[in-house]
């Protein structure tokens, strides 16, 4: 059964980085594309970033400039690297499977269908 597991989440100041991974267990982690989603309590689960196998990378215009999201296929592992954090990067991320082609509107949680258990991230002000 395929899993996803992050790791990496943590309490950071604003200002300083952090660095998220996501391990995909099976054997055919790269030929998915695979995205970062968080959620904040009381707000809807939203969309941070996409990256396809080729390496085509897609992200929220509330991240760009300074998150980037990456992977690593041999390790089946993406990652989110998150510079200049905010209070309002607080929530809770999640990695995700893409089931289909991805595109600038795969920002929709209905367009992944594996996700992983979330990993908490407080940012301080």
């Known amino acids: 059964q395929v899993q996803l597991v992050e790791s990496g989440g943590g309490l950071v100041q604003a200002g300083g980085s952090l660095g998220l991974s996501c391990v995909a267990s099976?054997?055919?982690?790269?030929?998915?594309?695979m995205g970062w989603f968080r959620q904040a309590p009381g707000k809807e689960r939203e969309f941070v970033a996409a990256?396809?196998?080729?390496?085509?990378?897609y992200y929220a215009d509330s991240v760009k400039g300074r998150f980037t999201i990456s992977r690593d296929n041999p390790k089946n592992t993406v990652y989110l690297q998150m510079n200049s954090l905010k209070p309002e990067d607080t929530a809770v991320y999640y990695c995700?499977?893409?089931?289909?082609?991805?595109?600038?509107?795969?920002?929709?949680?209905?367009?992944?269908?594996?996700w992983g258990q979330g990993t908490q991230v407080t940012v301080s002000s």
């Open positions: 995700a499977r893409r089931s289909g082609y991805l595109s600038a509107s795969s920002s929709y949680t209905r367009d992944y269908d594996l």
């Open positions: 099976g054997r055919t982690f790269s030929s998915y594309a």
């Open positions: 990256i396809n196998w080729a390496g085509t990378i």
